[in-house]
């Protein structure tokens, strides 16, 4: 599955040598305090952010490593592929184009948490979309009540788009672009699709494309009749992004360098004819590779966006960007394992644990005016939940780091992680393992890949991980709400 993402990679690795980037605007790195365990707590053995070496050897990792988050319930199916999403009590798990020739129930899998001790699964989505592989376009408009994604496929897909109607009940959404009353639904004239997500407003649904830096805008107003109202291309390759607040502005996530570019997209969301995105700014940094997306938020009455470094460490940045035209990074925040030092760890924990690392993936927050808190799935090093009331001194206040399941990796037929190979160039400079010979065959399953954005849910946190599947997490010792 991973391997066109994987030469793309290696492609990409080389390539950045040769290019001409922006200035960089580099803020601190130092990692933040650990996080202070109360009563019930399994905490880290190792480092902040670590699964040890002699963990995976002795088994340990095999069990939680939980700090002031508990598990309350967990339906684990067939695993989560990469992204999933979550309206009221309900999770969505995102597919992979593979589990659909091994998996009992295909598709994106709906997980009900009313009673989270006892989730269940309630439906199973079968569109053209959901059973192509959802990957990163697997989103929840909130105030509309819409769930879309479209067919990925390895990595880079398009042509089908899904809408369910995910209000009038979470537990059964109900396809509204349906063909004739069926699961089909029509195709769109989409060349490439890798990311998706809402326009605050609900009126438009973006993607882009990893490969051939395709940008594509649907008209969502009528979910029953979507239409691609922007089709463009701008640089090699992109992946996710944020739109501002007044759906005025795209943070566009760059691959190669890390960073953010800013667009004017207010043609797109005035529906001007022959609308087009314009350029306005961009920021990288040195740290990091391959941004993921963007979160935009207000704090203290500026604007903001928080965005994650996919892969090499560079974990999330803070970046004001009240004046568009000059974004600037103010903050850095990062595990303990992620700092430059511990590179010979990294590289001796996850040698044989696949492609993703110690990195941060997908964030949420609890809310995106004021904000208190920021939770995100790190990839084996968990669910990690901060305070970031103030951006300049951000702190750990829990996390969740699921068992290692590797009793169950044939099983686990809609994993990501179980579905993956390494032993790639890219993989291992990405992992620090240049010059060592690559792992080759089923990765093992130390660890965990947590990779999807965890929700806010009353004093419950949703979250999904690869190989875990669904799972209702509840705060302990009166770590959150912040008090």
Known sequence: MFGKRVRLLATLLIASTALAVPARADAPADAIA???????????????????????????????YHCNLELVGQYQGQGQATVGASYGSCQYLGSIVTSNLAAKNRGVNVVDFAAPANPVLTDSLTSPAMLGGTW?????????????????????????????????????????????????????????????????????????????????????????????????????????????????RLYLASVVPSGITVLDSSAVQRRDPFARLRHLSSVSWNDGLITQHAIPFTSGG???????????????????????????????????????????????????????????????????????????GWSQSGIRVFDIRDLTKPKEIAYYNPPGQQAKKHTLVNSAHVTSTVGSPASDFINGNIGTPPYVGLIDMTADWCMSPPFFHGDLLLAACDDNGAMALRFTNKSFPQR
């Open 34 to 64: 650990p996080a202070v365990c109360g009563s019930g707590s399994a905490p880290e053995t190792g480092l902040q952010g670590q699964v040890p070496a002699a963990d995976r050897k002795s088994g340990r990792s095999q069990s939680a």
């Open 136 to 248: 990163e376009t697997l989103k929840v408009h909130q105030e509309r009540g819409l769930l879309a994604a479209m067919a990925v496929g390895p990595g880079n897909g398009g042509l089908f788009f899904a809408v369910y109607d995910v209000k009038t009940d979470c537990r059964h959404p109900r396809l509204l672009n349906g063909v004739a009353g069926t699961n089909l639904t029509l195709p769109l004239p989409i060349v490439g699709a890798h990311e998706g997500g809402w326009s605050p407003d609900g009126r438009t649904y973006w993607s882009t494309g990893a490969i051939g830096g395709t940008v594509t805008a649907i008209d969502v107003v009528d979910p029953v009749h979507p239409k691609v109202v922007y089709a463009g291309v701008i640089g090699l390759t992109n992946h996710g992004f944020g739109i501002s607040p007044d759906g005025n």
């Open 302 to 376: 500026r604007s903001y966006i928080s965005v994650e470094n996919e892969f090499a460490s560079g974990g999330v940045k803070f970046i004001d960007v009240t004046d568009d035209k000059a974004p600037k990074v103010v903050q850095s925040l990062k595990l303990e394992i992620n700092r430059p030092e511990h590179i010979g760890a990294r590289k001796v924990d996850t040698a044989s644990n696949g492609i993703f690392g110690y990195e941060a993936h997908y964030c949420t927050m609890d809310r995106t005016i004021d904000p208190t808190a920021l939770a995100c």
